[in-house]
């Protein structure tokens, strides 16, 4: 588990930041932690919550690479992700780590999720540093159309959780989301102290992407027109 600290900063056309206090999973796909089962509704982990019609995330994680031409040959996947709670999970970004069977980092592969039920996957070749660009394929904010494209450093996680995401349009990066962390056991101690620290975790996050849209909208930002999209495109062939 990862105590995080999740930074949103937008800066055109208006500027608006905060920070968001979560925690969130890094686990083996091949090994979902298993809970005692009276705390197994504060943590849940579903394939339809990622790669829908597959009957495990790892085999919808697989279809997905197969439609890219990618064979993991069994190689280890690591999903950097928040867990079901109480019922409830919100992953604006899923993050998967994909290696061949001798541990060599494959690709990666981010998972975006928008607040209107829809979802894209980006296969990305990362670099040393754990940076790739991709194009922008989903409507995420309202606030800005679906164009340019995206900028990511995504290390693998290790005691140090690191993760930065930036918008470039027009040669202008208007918004960077980044989101630390720091390393803990999973034990079912840290899952209850995590769970009173920040109850409904997941919840909280969409409640709090909602409640800053609301002060944009009051600031007088105009939102930008949805387009029609497949609403689990890029997930499955």
Not at 32 to 53: E, T, Y
Not at 165 to 170: D, K, N, S
Not at 179 to 199: E, I, K, M, N, Q
């Amino acid at each position: 588990m990862y105590d995080c600290v999740v930074s949103h900063a937008r800066t055109a056309p208006v500027r608006h930041s905060f920070r968001h206090l979560t925690y969130m999973w890094l686990v083996d796909l091949d090994a979902l932690p298993r809970l005692p089962w009276p705390l197994r509704p504060l943590a849940r982990f579903h394939a339809r919550d990622h790669f829908a019609g597959a009957p495990t995330i790892r085999a919808g994680l697989d279809a997905y690479l197969a439609s890219r031409d990618v064979d993991l040959d069994g190689g280890q996947v690591l999903m950097l992700a928040h867990a079901r709670v109480l019922g409830y999970v919100f992953n604006p970004l899923t993050l998967y780590w994909c290696h061949d069977r001798a541990g060599a980092l494959v690709c990666v592969v981010a998972e975006v999720h928008n607040t209107y039920g829809q979802r894209h996957c980006h296969l990305l070749r990362t670099d040393g540093a754990g940076r790739a660009e991709t194009a922008k394929e989903l409507y995420v904010s309202p606030f800005f159309p679906v164009d340019g494209h995206y900028r990511m450093r995504l290390p693998e996680p290790r005691e140090r959780l690191e993760i930065c995401v930036q918008l470039e349009r027009a040669g202008q990066r208007p918004f960077t989301a980044t989101l630390h962390g720091r390393h803990r056991p999973a034990t079912a101690f840290a899952l209850l102290r995590a769970v009173a620290r920040r109850p409904w975790s997941t919840a909280a996050v969409w409640a709090g992407i909602r409640r800053h849209g609301i002060r944009l909208l009051l600031r007088g930002l105009p939102v930008q027109p949805r387009p029609d999209r497949a609403p689990q495109e890029g997930i499955l062939p």
